[in-house]
């Protein structure tokens, strides 16, 4: 009967174990695939600020650096990156003091499927990188962009596999020399993309102008249409809104609410004006034809009006 009961207090002793090893593995992992793609994201961006491809056309250009990716990444690193090295830190010490056991079977598992995604993702990279060469659209950015790829996919597949194959219950500074790196290189990441951002005001600023700048491209469409159907520019913006042809909420500034500018300049040019806290030059959303610095911009544009047939003239 004893004998019973310490084979069902020991049966009960391992699954919570294997429980705990299994939260531990899986939250480690987790975290570790939030922060490796969170850092190569910033240095893409970094990459894209700084070294832009002379090969590629203006638009491609304009959208290539992202500030909202920058931030999302910023902000995982700051939360995944130091829970993944204080849980990282406590499952090594479980692993040296035996109270976590080293050939877990979800260790294992979650090892290995990392190496494999480390590894694809590394032979993928040298073979993008071939192809792009041979094609001749290597340049220093797609280079720089394939070689973080490729140092942060050999750098968890050559620690994993170190870790896998290393004997817990033996002493060593390997994994303090990774951890030092890893940290190094994280808070690294952090600050590079703190330096290529704005602040959440200057965000706030930036969005507000967007809002400006998609209100404009709205009342160009609601012109351009009155103008294409009434064969004439409309005189004001309100004789668009009472005809249909756009909402109130387009004609006035989001922030101030003043209506926005609408000067009639020929038979079938205009000018559509709004006051701009920010400047779009260079930004994900500067397309050529909206560009506008800091202050009062006017954008001249030009109406379709439908040509009258002989039998209308008549």
Same mark, same amino acid.
């Given at each position: 009967?004893?004998q019973t009961?310490?084979i069902s207090? +020991? @049966?009960?002793?391992?699954e919570? @174990?294997g429980?705990?090893?299994a939260?531990?593995y899986?939250t480690?992992?987790?975290?570790?695939? =939030?922060?490796?793609?969170?850092?190569g994201?910033?240095?893409?961006?970094?990459?894209?600020?700084?070294?832009?491809?002379?090969? +590629?056309s203006?638009?491609?250009?304009?959208?290539?650096?992202a500030? %909202?990716?920058?931030?999302?990444a910023i902000?995982?690193?700051i939360?995944?990156?130091?829970?993944y090295?204080v849980?990282? +830190?406590?499952?090594n010490?479980?692993?040296s003091?035996?109270?976590?056991?080293? !050939?877990? %079977?979800?260790r !294992?598992?979650?090892?290995y499927l990392?190496?494999?995604?480390?590894?694809?993702? %590394?032979?993928?990279?040298?073979?993008?990188?071939l192809n792009a060469? =041979?094609?001749g &659209?290597?340049?220093?950015?797609?280079?720089?962009?394939?070689?973080?790829?490729l140092?942060?996919a050999?750098?968890?597949f050559?620690?994993?596999?170190?870790d896998i194959?290393?004997?817990?219950?033996?002493k060593?500074?390997?994994r303090?020399?990774?951890?030092?790196?890893a940290?190094?290189?994280?808070?690294?990441?952090?600050v590079?993309g703190?330096?290529?951002?704005?602040?959440?005001g200057?965000?706030r600023?930036k969005?507000i102008? &967007?809002?400006?700048l998609?209100? =404009?491209?709205?009342?160009?469409?609601?012109?351009n249409n009155?103008?294409? #159907?009434?064969?004439?520019?409309?005189?004001?913006l309100?004789?668009?809104?009472?005809?249909?042809?756009?909402?109130?909420?387009?004609?006035v500034?989001?922030?101030?609410g003043k209506?926005?500018e609408?000067r009639? #300049?020929?038979?079938?040019?205009y000018?559509?004006?709004?006051?701009?806290?920010?400047?779009?030059?260079?930004t994900s959303? %500067?397309? @050529?034809?909206?560009q506008?610095?800091?202050?009062?911009t006017?954008?001249?544009q030009?109406?379709?009006?439908?040509?009258k047939?002989?039998?209308?003239?008549l």
């Open positions: 009967m004893d009961n310490n207090v +020991s @049966q009960k002793g391992t919570k @174990q429980a705990r090893d939260f531990f899986l480690s992992f987790f975290l570790l695939y =939030l922060s490796v793609p969170a850092i994201n910033i240095f893409f961006q970094l990459i894209n600020r700084f070294f832009p491809d002379i090969a +590629s203006y638009y491609s250009r304009a959208t290539s650096f500030e %909202g990716s920058v931030r999302w902000a995982t690193l939360i995944s990156a130091p829970i090295f849980l990282n +830190s406590m499952i010490k479980r692993l003091n035996g109270s976590m056991n080293p !050939k877990s %079977g979800i !294992k598992w979650l090892t990392s190496l494999f995604v480390a590894a694809a993702t %590394g032979i993928i990279d040298v073979i993008v990188t060469f =041979l094609a &659209e290597i340049g220093t950015r797609f280079a720089l962009k394939a070689l973080v790829v140092i942060l050999a750098f968890v050559v620690y994993y596999l170190w194959r290393f004997d817990s219950s033996q060593s500074n390997t303090s020399i990774f951890a030092v790196i940290v190094v290189v994280t808070i690294a990441a952090v590079c703190f330096l290529i951002t704005s602040g959440p200057s965000a600023k969005r102008d &967007e809002n400006r998609q209100s =404009l491209r709205n009342l160009f469409n609601a012109v009155y103008a294409y #159907t009434e064969n004439k520019l409309p005189a004001n309100q004789e668009i809104n009472s005809n249909n042809y756009r909402t109130t909420e387009d004609l500034d989001p922030e101030t209506p926005y609408y009639p #300049t020929g038979v079938d040019t000018e559509l004006c709004a006051t701009f806290t920010t400047s779009n030059k260079n959303y %500067g397309v @050529q034809d909206w506008h610095d800091i202050g009062r006017c954008f001249k030009k109406a379709e009006i439908k040509k047939s002989v039998l209308e003239i």
